[in-house]
């Protein structure tokens, strides 16, 4: 019913900036929390950060100052951009939406990931 896709990873170096994207389409009333986890083989799927429909944020501790999540409401999309990437950023990252469908659903959704190397 709701379909999420992510863009906008890739390889860059220690130090450089990305910009991830994620849209959400489908059965959507409305979305309430749209946010970015991360996860590396062999762990935990980890929040990264999360935005609420009246742009109140919540970050890691590990990319507090480095990392800023938005969102337009309009397009129903979520963006992270990403500055002063480190190693320790690699990893696939996911979009997630909790999201109100217009048959009065409430449903989480996340996307396929999209891949983040940090590396010389």
């Known amino acids: 019913q709701v379909q999420v896709v992510e863009s906008g990873g890739g390889l860059v170096q220690p130090g450089g900036s990305l910009r991830l994207s994620c849209a959400a389409s489908g059965s959507i009333f409305t979305i309430y929390v749209m946010g970015w986890y991360r996860q590396v083989p062999g762990t935990e799927r980890e929040l990264v950060a999360d935005?609420?429909?009246?742009?109140?944020?919540n970050y890691a501790d590990s990319v507090k100052g480095r990392f800023t999540i938005s969102r337009d409401n309009a397009k129903n999309t979520v963006y992270l951009q990403m500055n002063s990437l480190k190693p320790e950023d690699t990893a696939v990252y996911y979009c997630n939406v909790d999201v109100l469908t217009r048959n009065l659903r409430r449903i989480t959704s996340w996307g396929q990931g999209t891949q983040v190397t940090v590396s010389s």
């Open positions: 935005i609420t429909s009246g742009s109140i944020t």
